[in-house]
């Protein structure tokens, strides 16, 4: 579970020059922020190095070439695009 500092923290480097990023990824912050592990934590802050645009063809499915230990975290923002 995430510190509200972490929270916090991850909630800024979750804000995107992208509107579509940003819209998936406020979603997943709103309903399971607070709730993420510490690999979940590890591996969505792995995606967000990538540029906006590589993260959106994830997200939206265009590729399935992303680093290897964020396959659940991939999943569950690709969940979370297709939910809303």
Same mark, same amino acid.
């Given at each position: 579970?995430?510190?509200?500092?972490?929270?916090? !923290? $991850? !909630?800024?480097?979750?804000? !995107?020059?992208? $509107? &579509?990023? +940003?819209?998936? =990824? &406020?979603?997943? $912050?709103? %309903?399971?922020?607070?709730?993420?592990?510490? +690999? &979940?934590? #590890?591996?969505?802050?792995?995606?967000?190095? =990538?540029?906006? *645009? %590589? =993260?959106? +063809?994830?997200?939206?499915? !265009?590729? *399935? &070439?992303?680093?290897?230990? #964020?396959?659940?975290?991939?999943?569950?923002?690709? +969940?979370?695009?297709?939910?809303?």
């Amino acid at each position: 579970m995430l510190s509200d500092v972490d929270l916090s !923290r $991850l !909630r800024w480097r979750c804000r !995107r020059g992208f $509107l &579509e990023n +940003d819209l998936v =990824l &406020e979603r997943l $912050l709103s %309903a399971r922020g607070n709730q993420f592990t510490d +690999d &979940e934590h #590890t591996q969505l802050k792995t995606l967000l190095e =990538l540029d906006d *645009n %590589a =993260l959106w +063809d994830i997200i939206a499915g !265009r590729t *399935n &070439e992303f680093p290897a230990d #964020t396959s659940p975290m991939v999943q569950t923002l690709r +969940d979370t695009l297709t939910k809303h």
